[in-house]
Structure formats: C-alpha cells, structure tokens
C-alpha cells in the first residue's frame, strides 16, 4: 500500500496530475484535509462534480471527523437536489457536519435551504431561527445572509412580499450583498413592490452613494413607474462607478433606443464598447441605432457581426431581414426572415414582415399564409389584422379584405380597421355604409384618418367624404 506525500511547493496542477496518477493506480492518497479540499475546490470550480465527490469521499476515509469536509460534500450534493436521493444524502452529510461545528453558519444555512428543496418548510424555518439564537446582533454580515437565505424560502413558497420584506432588511445590514441584487429584480416584479423598491435603493444610495448596484436596481424600478428621465440617469450613474457593468449599459441604451434618442443611445453603446468585451447583443443593438438612423449598410455589417457571435439571435436575422426590405432587396429578405422564423416561431410581427416581402414579390399565395399565419399568433394585435387587410386591399381582393376586417374586429379594437373598412366599401360601391363607419371611426380617433387617403388617395377629392371629415373635426 502507497502512501503519496504532498510537497507544498507543488503547483496546484501539479497536485492534481498526481493525485489522478495515483487514484488510476487505486494507491493510497494520503493528503491533508487543507490539501483534499484544494482538490475539491478544483473540481467544482471546474465543474467536475463527480470527481469532485469522489475526492470528497476519498478525504473522508481520511479526515471522517471533518465538519469542513461534510460540508463540502453536502454542498456538492446538492447540485442534484432535483433528486430526491441526492437530497437526502446531502442532508445526511450537512447533519454530521452540523454535528461536528453546530454553530458554524455556513453550515446551518445549506441545512435550511436543503430542508426548503425537499418542502420541509417547518423545520427550514426552525433553523433559520436557531441562527437568530446564537448570532450577536453585531454579526451584520452573517445576519444579512440569514435573511437572504429566508428570502430563498419565501421564494419557495411563492411568498413574494414576505421575500421582499427579508431581503430590504438583508440589503440595510449589508448594502452590497451582491447575492440579493442578482435576485431582487424578479423579487420586485412577483410582489409588484416597485414604490417601495425605489425608496429602499434611494436609502442604500443616501448610505452609499458609490453602490452601482443600487443604482442599477433604482433604474429598473423608475423604469417600470414610468419615469424614464430618472430611469435614464440612474443607470448611467450606475455604469460611471463601474465603467465594466455592462447591463447599466444596455438598460440605459434601451431605454434611449424606445425614446427614438438614436444618437444618444449610440454614444452610450460605443462607450460600453471601450469597457467591455462587445457580445452579439451590443452590437445588435449598436447595429439597431444606425438602421434606425439610416445607416442601412453600417447596421448590416454590425448584425453580420453579431451573427458571428450570436448565431441563434432571431432578432439580429429579423432586423438584417428589414434592412434588405429597406433597399429594396426583397429576394434577399426572404432568408433573413426565414432564420429568424426558424429560430421562433412565435413572433407574429415576423411572420408579417415576410409575408410583405413575399407581396412585394407578387406572391400572392405566400403572402396570404405568412399574415394568415401572423393573425393567428397574435389575434389581439390591430396592426397585424390591418396589414393583413391592406395586402388584400392592396391586390384588388376588397371582399375578402372586408371579411379579414370582420375576423379582426371580434379580436382586436382600433379605428385603424374602421378606416380600412371604409376604404374596402368604397372599393366595392357601398358609399352610404362606408360614410356612416367614417362617421364613427371620426368621432373616435379624428387624428387617423390621414389613413383613409394613403388607401385612396382620390378621396382627398371626394366632396361626399372631405365633408364628413371637415364636420367632425372639431367634435
């Protein structure tokens, strides 16, 4: 039987290329407990969990009064906790280490949340309150990891309030517990707890004026209240402190990209690009400032770009698919809107957009499967219903525009069908229908009438219908 030394001027690759040495030979590896869980530590961090356990397993032949290495077997257990096996044998092995250091918190806290995954929530919460018993109050730290892993109990539960109510008394003992802020977005939105959210981060701020944090998670909450101005700002306090935090960036860019501010938006995704590593998202959207610009042929080879990095983005293939609309490339449209379909099949506003290439195209058939196809995705969308319409319009199919309308409006309300309803009656003779739905369609929404004309421009000369317009303009 071989007995392997450890040389503590041995690399930590080194150390492992001979322990692996001699588990192949089935020797003997005696190390130190500090040096088995070197090697544990290596395995998890590179996600060998099973070679993990098995020097776990072998520490533990050695070291079988070890809480620290229980611990860690628990802990690598528990990446199975879906198995019901698994789970119990990590409980098995938190206990014993429990046992051996029972007021080590680390260990309480894995105990807890094992408890939680099984459903035990009675006896997860009794350990959370055992902590309280012997944690001075002093423990600030400690204290705030208690609460959080409460609020993952909560979070159990689907007790969403009860969450956000642990978690602000985990973020006011410890404002930079990063473990909360990576989570207490969704918190927030479960508990619609967005008011309450914004005074909490404005408190932490007042307290620390320098946590990006904070600030990000404020323009998350402004964002969702509706004010952008204030969202806007927030997030870009929020990547100043840390020019690296690239969601800032993208939040803030976003949200300048929706107020149409292209240029702003643009310089906010360029100064992301001189911090970070540029992902297929960022230049997507960077790509999405200059298509709406304009720039058509800079935006094509930044989605080009972001393809390269991001092949299953759909929404890189759809926008590359409306910047050949845009140049009128509508053969070359057609794979881009093809891809995009293929990677989602659930976006009706891609489907529509291929089927107006394919109108485009003169194929008429394909074009009525692909708004067909939209319509039905999305029946509560008036856009789609009227683009629907406007194609059969548009190819002279005026009844069967009237019958796609009637489809629509048991679906979806907007004047837009009215109009093109009035447009389609025109079409077919029915003047007196069509006045009387121009009337209504006036009375609800004047503004868009405009529309009327874009289908027949004529109209603008048509005394019947400028009267009708011109009387219900100041109604």
């Known amino acids: 039987m071989k007995r392997q030394n450890y040389n503590k001027q041995q690399t930590l690759s080194e150390l492992i290329l001979t322990y692996e040495d001699m588990s192949q030979k089935e020797a003997v590896v005696f190390y130190e407990e500090a040096v088995f869980l070197n090697i544990v530590n290596y395995y998890q961090s590179t996600k060998k969990i099973e070679s993990a356990l098995s020097a776990v397993e072998t520490a533990l032949g050695q070291h079988n009064y070890s809480a620290e290495l229980y611990f860690k077997k628990a802990e690598l257990l528990s990446l199975y906790s879906h198995n019901p096996l698994f789970l119990q044998d990590a409980l098995t092995a938190v206990e014993k280490a429990e046992s051996l250091s029972p007021q080590t918190l680390g260990i309480k806290l894995l105990k807890s949340q094992l408890y939680g995954w099984k459903g035990a929530f009675e006896e997860a919460f009794e350990v959370i309150n055992e ?16 609460y959080y892993c409460e609020g993952l109990l909560y979070e159990h539960q689907q007790d969403y309030e009860s969450m956000f109510e642990v978690w602000k008394e985990a973020l006011l003992l410890n404002p930079r517990h990063e473990d909360v802020f990576s989570r207490i977005r969704l918190c927030v939105e479960f508990s619609d707890k967005y008011q309450e959210s914004v005074e909490l981060f404005n408190y932490l701020i007042d307290q620390d004026p320098y946590s990006h944090l904070a600030w990000f998670h404020l323009g998350l909450a402004k964002t969702i209240l509706g004010d952008r101005a204030e969202a806007i700002e927030a997030f870009e306090y929020s990547y100043i402190i840390d020019k690296t935090f690239k969601w800032a960036y993208k939040e803030r860019g976003a949200l300048l990209l929706d107020s149409k501010d292209y240029t702003e938006a643009l310089e906010c995704y360029e100064e992301a690009l001189e911090h970070i590593m540029p992902d297929g998202d960022l230049l997507y959207h960077i790509g999405l400032c200059y298509q709406y610009q304009g720039n058509i042929d800079t935006a094509i080879e930044l989605f080009k770009k972001a393809t390269d990095i991001d092949p299953y983005n759909e929404e890189i293939y759809f926008s590359m698919g409306e910047c050949m609309s845009a140049l009128e490339k509508w053969s070359s449209a057609i794979p881009y809107f093809k891809q995009a379909i293929s990677l989602d099949n659930r976006r009706e506003e891609y489907f529509a957009a291929l089927g107006s290439v394919y109108y485009k195209l003169t194929k008429y058939d394909h074009a009525y499967k692909c708004f067909d196809k939209a319509a039905v995705l999305a029946p509560e969308q008036t856009t789609i219903w009227v683009q629907f319409a406007s194609f059969l319009f548009n190819v ?4 069967e525009a009237l019958d796609i309308l009637d489809d629509g409006e048991r679906h979806a309300v907007g004047e837009e069908l009215s109009y093109c309803r009035v447009a389609c009656l025109y079409k077919v003779g029915k003047d007196k229908e069509a006045v009387s739905i121009l009337a ?3 009375m609800e929404d004047y503004g868009k009438h405009e529309l009327l004309f874009k289908y027949i421009p004529e109209l603008e000369q048509n005394s019947t219908y400028t009267s009708v317009i011109n009387y219900y303009k100041d109604f």
């Open 131 to 146: 902590i309280r018993t012997f944690l001075p109050v002093s423990s600030k730290r400690e204290l705030s990891d208690t």
């Open 396 to 399: 002279g199919y005026y009844e």
């Open 440 to 442: 209504n369609a006036l």
